[in-house]
């Protein structure tokens, strides 16, 4: 697959007309977590595991000279930021500690995510996340505080509000809610009561494999899902196939879209595509120099997320959120951008 030089041109000139007054107008509210994210850059995995048994062995000790970040995480609090970097207003509610809530100021609030509707009678959620060796491979291992029992009884009236009155209400980060589900199923049926749209991504299912099942016959199949996001490995769990070439993928993906009514964006490291009445592919870019792994999805949904409330065609919506993710995972530092840097990349890659 090759990108056409015409859809380039045809986003880079969609991108011109953007009002950016205007989209302060467009409102998302996402939940319902935020997790710091505590990052470990490993050498490769059987030299760092060796290093660190033998110091097991000798009965402790240091292991120094490991490059280390602490920075926001959960896939509500990334894909608000992202949102609000394109210039979207977007609102996060979650629940957490006050000093989490002063690490969402820090992170979020002064790149203007309303953290107004931010609970701090909870605990702090906290990842730390290893990742190994050049290909960025990582391991994250998690205590998810209070987003573990986020429900929907948790919202009050004015969280209410704030959604019935917005544009588009996300639901993520399924995997580590035991209440995912029916936060879900009820969150989105309010909301469509309202006429919001909806988006949900569950995350990594592997935690929760079990749960697969009750998730697909009662939320994946409801009438008020309007957009499901995935990628490759979250669709190997939904359709208990393993999948290898990009044709495997997509077909699973048509197998997946059988069963449910809501539009499918699944995003891959290869391509990008969505199966709704038609099914439209973009590849991704190629040698790309990759700094991260971690929050590539946050970004893609960011970027789909945004290009959707804009009414893109389905060929300009996959450029643009493989664009925002691609700009992420390779920039130097860890930053989202905003129009006129993802403007800038898309031009770069006109042939």
């Known amino acids: 697959m090759e990108l ?21 107008e467009l409102h998302v509210v996402l939940l319902p977590d935020f997790f710091v994210d505590h990052f470990l850059y490993l050498d ?6 060796t290093k660190i ?19 926001q995480g959960g896939n509500a609090a990334n894909t608000a930021l992202a949102l609000a970097k394109l210039g979207i207003k977007p609102s996060l509610i979650c629940k957490t500690s006050e000093f989490g809530l002063d690490l969402l100021n820090y992170f979020l609030g002064r790149n203007n995510v309303d953290l107004s509707a931010v609970k701090t009678n909870g605990e702090l959620a906290i990842t730390t996340a290893l990742e190994f060796g050049e290909k960025h491979t990582n391991i994250m291992i998690g205590d998810p505080g209070s987003v573990i029992d986020f429900t929907f009884e948790t919202l009050d009236e004015k969280d209410l509000e704030m959604i019935s009155t917005s544009e588009m209400l996300c639901v993520l980060n399924w ?6 589900t029916i936060l879900a199923k009820e969150a989105f049926r309010f909301a469509k009561q309202n006429n919001v749209k909806t988006f949900f991504d569950t995350g990594d299912p592997s935690p929760r494999k079990n749960d697969i099942p009750e998730l697909i016959e009662n ?9 499901l996001g995935l990628n490759e490995n979250e669709l190997s769990y939904y359709t208990n196939a ?3 070439s990009d044709k495997e993928i997509v077909q ?11 539009r499918m964006d699944l995003h891959t490291s290869r391509f990008s595509c969505t199966i709704n009445k038609k099914t439209t592919i973009i ?37 643009f959120a493989n664009s925002v993710a691609e700009y992420y995972i390779s920039s130097p530092t860890s930053v989202h951008p905003n129009l006129e840097e993802i403007s800038e990349y898309i031009s770069k890659i006109i042939d």
Do not use: M
């Not at 048994?53 to 920075?71: A, D, E, T």
């Not at 995997?175 to 995912?180: E, H, P, R, S, V």
């Not at 939320?219 to 957009?227: A, E, Q, R, Y």
């Not at 970027?303 to 893109?312: A, P, T």
């Open 4 to 24: 056409d030089k015409e859809l380039k041109l045809k986003i880079l000139e969609r991108l011109k007309q953007i009002d950016k007054q205007n989209l302060q």
């Open 44 to 49: 490769e995995f059987e030299n760092t595991f």
């Open 53 to 71: 048994k033998n110091i097991y062995q000798q009965g402790g000790g240091n292991l120094p000279g490991i490059k280390q970040k602490i920075h």
């Open 175 to 180: 995997n580590l809610n035991k209440n995912g």
């Open 219 to 227: 939320l994946l199949t409801d009438d008020n899902l309007d957009v």
């Open 242 to 244: 393993k999948n290898f």
């Open 252 to 262: 699973s993906a048509l197998q997946l879209k059988n069963k449910i009514k809501a």
């Open 283 to 319: 590849p991704t870019q190629k040698n790309i120099q990759i700094k991260r792994a971690t929050g590539a999805g946050d970004a893609w949904n960011a970027g789909d997320i945004f290009s959707e409330l804009l009414g893109f065609e389905d060929d300009e919506r996959l450029l």
